[in-house]
């Protein structure tokens, strides 16, 4: 029987919007420009904060960009898993290893900050803390489930407290300031201004972070993206990161006038952005780069192993379930737009 | 009676639902992070009665809860009659008494939460007393509507016998304003019940609201499922007794 006659009318028909339909689907990812991006953010004092108040991320994606403001950074896991966002901007690294290893559908693209002492024990200076024994039978206050929870469980474990010695409990930063006025706890671990607020009302800060960041309780601010949306505009993921890169140079080459914007978007006054952002350890793309932190595409750097650390921390404390092997976060870590930008 | 021959039906619903439930989890259907299957809630369950949740085992997590549940209700409801019987009684009161209690009534307690806690602390109080001013205008109303409600020939029989305002009160009034005052109570039952988890938030770290709430916090959903079917049971347990009470108490209601 002669397969060629079977080519009717029909057939070709059928085929051409075959190849018509072919044609649409390249020239739709060539163009690649999503009809809008949808961005989970906090309203805080980083340079972050001038790129979207001036709207440079929505400039170098060609998009429009509709902006959620989030809680904390469980708020954006449960967005992207629900698959109403598409970035988180300046997400913790505790809630983005939990997100990994419970295997939400999103990469870490970049990197805002590496906390340092931005996110800090502050005890009240008549306590007499001076020594880890001296947090027996305090009492602690940080939001759960925070980078900072994360340090201040990483401190009791370093230094072989346990959580009967010491009372760690579950607090908002607001809720931490009020307990402290009224003087219901002795010590916080929290990031300004309520870490701020209290410093001022009788605080000192009892140094942890050089230590546990040695020790590998390293915090620090990402950047994810939801894999779905960045493998279908990848061009869009990169003017993503090239806006905060543009801001990132703003405040390094003009800090006051950076601070000015960040302290218009945040609400706070100009002094008060300034000293907050000088708080934190903005990584500059090019070095986000590097081994050190997120390393070359295909060459995840350290980081990774802070995320597997964090993850099996997070597992001891029954936070998640269980934590996948470090190729698992590796893979997670796509510096390929990165890249891209730094060039 | 008719309502008993409907038990079927309710037995029906929640065995389709298990079913399907077993079925969208044994196919993969669903991610386990959405809706964890019946297997893995199951054994989720016996990690937290076998090995606790941060520190407090799953019973000490229920009993916290359910003292501060009781505590803030019990207050509440007490305070609350009485002073919704104040009110019904006497026109003078409720004029007093209704703006702040009306005003009370609808207020989201998320709203003054740091306020409680720089009044009362972090302790037990303010959990307590956000529960209490939950429940207050609850029993409130329904007592002050139960003594509006009375018939007025009931009283205006008691009072042509010769019986004083305080012998009406007490014989007439309170008797025939139980019934609303103990639908009061169960509907205030309720409504505590659902502030648990905002009065657990409060420098929380023990409370089965609280477990809740921290499990959300990374997408524990197997322990939040647990931890929720666990907060149904103990509501429907509350109902219950409230309800043998009420038929022990006001045994001639509805009749």
């Known amino acids: 029987m002669s397969k060629g006659k079977s080519f009717d009318r029909r057939t070709l028909l059928a085929a051409g919007i075959g190849l018509g339909a072919g044609a649409a689907l390249a020239r739709g990812a060539r163009a690649a420009t999503p009809p809008e991006a949808r961005i989970g953010y906090f309203v805080e004092t980083k340079p972050t904060m001038i790129a979207k108040s001036l709207g440079w991320f929505a400039d170098a994606m060609k998009t429009k960009t509709v902006w959620h403001e989030m809680g904390t950074g469980a708020e954006i896991n449960t967005g992207i898993a629900a698959g109403g966002l598409d970035f988180g901007l300046a997400i913790g690294s505790s809630p983005v290893a939990a997100g990994i290893a419970e295997g939400l559908g999103y990469q870490l693209i970049g990197m805002v900050d590496n906390i340092g002492p931005a996110e800090e024990m502050t005890v009240r200076a008549a306590a007499n803390i001076t020594k880890p024994a001296d947090f027996i039978g305090k009492k602690v206050g940080t939001p759960f489930g925070s980078t900072s929870h994360f340090r201040l469980m990483g401190f009791l474990a370093v230094n072989h407290l346990s959580q009967s010695q010491v009372t760690v409990l579950d607090m908002s930063p607001e809720q931490i300031v009020a307990a402290w006025k009224r003087g219901d706890i002795d010590a916080a671990y929290v990031w300004s201004p309520a870490k701020a607020e209290i410093l001022a009302d009788g605080g000192k800060v009892y140094e942890t972070y050089k230590e546990l960041d040695a020790d590998g309780y390293v915090i620090a601010d990402l950047i994810v993206v939801r894999t779905a949306f960045g493998r279908r505009y990848p061009d869009a993921v990169a003017g993503f990161l090239s806006a905060y890169g543009k801001a990132l140079d703003l405040y390094v080459t003009d800090p006051d006038k950076a601070a000015g914007v960040v302290a218009q978007a945040a609400g706070v006054s100009p002094a008060v952005a300034k000293s907050n952002l000088a708080e934190y350890d903005f990584v500059s793309l090019k070095d986000q780069l590097t081994p050190e932190w997120l390393g070359p595409p295909g060459h995840a750097g350290k980081f990774a192993a802070v995320l597997h650390g964090t993850a099996e921390f997070l597992v001891q404390q029954k936070s998640i379930r269980s934590a996948p092997p470090l190729a698992t976060f590796a893979a997670a870590i796509d510096t390929s737009y990165l890249a891209k930008v730094v060039g | ?255």
Do not use: C
């Open chain 2, 1 to 255: 009676m008719k309502t008993e021959l409907l038990w079927p039906f309710t037995v029906a619903t929640a065995a389709l639902l298990f079913a399907a439930w077993t079925a969208a989890s044994a196919l993969n259907l669903v991610n386990p992070l959405f809706l964890p299957g019946p297997g893995l809630l199951f054994s989720s369950f016996l990690d937290l009665l076998l090995n606790g949740y941060k520190g407090y085992s799953l019973p000490a997590h229920i009993g916290i809860s359910l003292m501060r549940v009781l505590l803030g209700f019990g207050s509440g409801a007490i305070v609350g009659t009485l002073i919704g019987l104040g009110m019904g009684a006497a026109p003078l009161f409720d004029a007093l008494a209704a703006p702040f209690v009306e005003f009370l009534r609808p207020l989201p307690q998320l709203a003054y939460l740091v306020l409680l806690i720089v009044w009362f602390g972090i302790g037990e109080t303010s959990k307590i007393v956000l529960l209490f001013l939950t429940a207050l205008p609850v029993a409130a109303i329904a007592a002050r509507d139960g003594v509006r409600n009375v018939p007025l020939q009931r009283i205006q029989a008691a009072r042509a016998l010769g019986a004083s305002p305080a012998q009406i009160f007490r014989h007439v009034i309170f008797p025939s304003a139980l019934p609303e005052i103990f639908i009061g109570a169960r509907l205030a039952v309720g409504i505590v019940y659902a502030t648990l988890i905002a009065a657990e938030i409060i420098a929380g770290s023990n409370g089965i609201g609280w477990l809740v709430f921290d499990a959300g916090r990374f997408l524990r959903s197997d322990y939040v499922f647990v931890g929720v079917l666990l907060i149904g049971l103990m509501g429907l347990g509350l109902d219950f007794a409230l309800r043998t009470i009420e038929r022990k108490v006001v045994h001639w209601a509805g009749k």
